[in-house]
T-cell receptor
């Protein structure tokens, strides 16, 4: 049962343009959502997060949007840079229940930014 | 502040052997959790330790076990290794249990190859 899904395995964009990565979830208990960036053979690095009481959070070039009714979140990167090329994982957690104490990850999206 | 440290970085074992992986969390962090990453499978939650007690466990066989020491350092054991256990094993720490408004900090991982 895949509770967090990233349906696009890969995304290719031109430098300077917007990158939009999408994520869907099914567990209504999730109330905190995170995006991580990962390079091969390295651990994931935290990028940005959003709690369920908000619908938008910004940090520099990165903005995360949350649509609770659709159980959908997205990460916008503007402008995209070649150094942003990596695998992006969305993850979710809950303040209680069986999902407390762990992050549930999506399958990841490989972002490639071309110069 | 030093990050999450995992040792060893690479490990090669043969089927049927046993392996122990080590993780030192960020100073002051009380929660340590473990994840397995295999190609195409994203990051799968193994287990979470907080204050030396296992608080949550993923859907892995009993061959996978772990423990946490009083200084928050953690070890993970895999007994009777199988070829399918080849993966990147990631350790993550956080000040409190992963949940609402709590992000995890990951180490670089231990790449385990089972021959």
């Amino acid at each position: 049962d895949q509770q967090v899904k990233q349906n696009s395995p890969s995304l290719s964009v031109q430098e300077g343009r917007i990158s939009i990565l999408n994520c869907d979830y099914t567990n209504s208990m999730f109330d905190y959502f995170l995006w991580y960036k990962k390079y091969p053979a390295e651990g994931p690095t935290f990028l940005i997060s959003i709690s369920s009481i908000k619908d938008k959070n910004e940090d520099g070039r990165f903005t995360v949007f949350l649509n609770k009714s659709a159980k959908h979140l997205s990460l916008h990167i503007v402008p995209s840079q070649p150094g942003d090329s990596a695998v992006y994982f969305c993850a979710a957690s809950a303040a209680g229940g069986t999902s407390y104490g762990k992050l549930t990850f999506g399958q990841g999206t490989i972002l490639t930014v071309h110069p | 502040k030093a990050g999450v440290t995992q040792t060893p970085r690479y490990l090669i074992k043969t089927r049927g052997q046993q392996v122990t992986l080590s993780c030192s969390p960020i100073s002051g962090h009380r929660s340590v959790s473990w994840y397995q990453q295999t190609p195409g499978q994203g990051l799968q939650f193994l287990f979470e330790y907080f204050s030396e007690t296992q608080r949550n466990k993923g859907n892995f066989p009993g061959r996978f076990s772990g423990r946490q020491f009083s200084n928050s350092r953690s070890e993970m054991n895999v007994s009777t290794l199988e070829l399918g256990d080849s993966a990147l094993y990631l350790c993550a720490s956080s000040p409190w249990r992963a949940g609402y408004n709590e992000k995890l900090f990951f180490g670089s991982g231990t790449q385990l190859s089972v021959l």
